[in-house]
């Protein structure tokens, strides 16, 4: 009769680790990281990139002299609300495609997954333009999305730039 202690529990549980251990299979655990990240980077992008083609309230189907087909409805009744829900909703959808292209350039620097990124942070600010009425637009819509997009595009160049700066410090330093 097996008698279950917390201490055949703990043996078993290190027992398992060691013989279902990926780098026993020959991966390395920074490529599970990476992996790991990468999944939840792009569930995170899929999320806000959907919210933003359907965003909260639904758009307008018809055309009317005060709104048009295709605007947010929540835009068009609470501007401040939608406008704060557009920066969230952009600052997690553009930091989830930089982390996406950080351990991209990390680990295999494939460059048509990069364009693809920065495609797709292209549709991702003409969609937000797309949804928000005239009213918001004017205001915030046209610099939130340029900012963002911006942000994208030279955040990878400043993160290398930034990255060797501080390589050098540190053998500077170990030296």
């Not at 952009?90 to 495609?97: E, M, N, P, Q, V």
């Not at 950080?102 to 048509?112: C, F, G, R």
Request: aromatic share 14%.
């Amino acid at each position: 009769m097996d008698i279950t202690t917390p201490n055949n529990i703990n043996n078993r549980y290190h027992h398992f680790e060691q013989s279902h251990s990926h780098t026993s299979v020959g991966i390395k655990n920074d490529e599970v990281k990476n992996g790991l990240y990468m999944t939840i980077v792009a569930l995170i992008a899929t999320a806000t990139y959907q919210a933003v083609i359907t965003p909260p309230g639904g758009v307008w189907q018809d055309d009317s002299a005060l709104h048009r087909a295709g605007e947010s409805i929540m835009g068009s009744h609470q501007p401040r609300a939608f406008v704060i829900f557009v920066i969230g909703n952009s600052i997690c959808f553009y930091s989830s495609l930089l982390s996406m292209i950080y351990i991209l350039l990390e680990s295999s620097k494939n460059y048509a997954i990069l364009a693809s990124l920065y495609a797709l942070s292209f549709t991702y600010g003409f969609n937000v333009a797309a949804i928000q009425p005239d009213a918001v637009s004017a205001r915030w819509g046209k610099f939130i999305s340029f900012f963002f997009f911006v942000l994208t595009i030279l955040g990878p160049f400043l993160y290398s730039k930034l990255w060797s700066a501080s390589s050098r410090t540190h053998q500077q330093s170990d030296q």
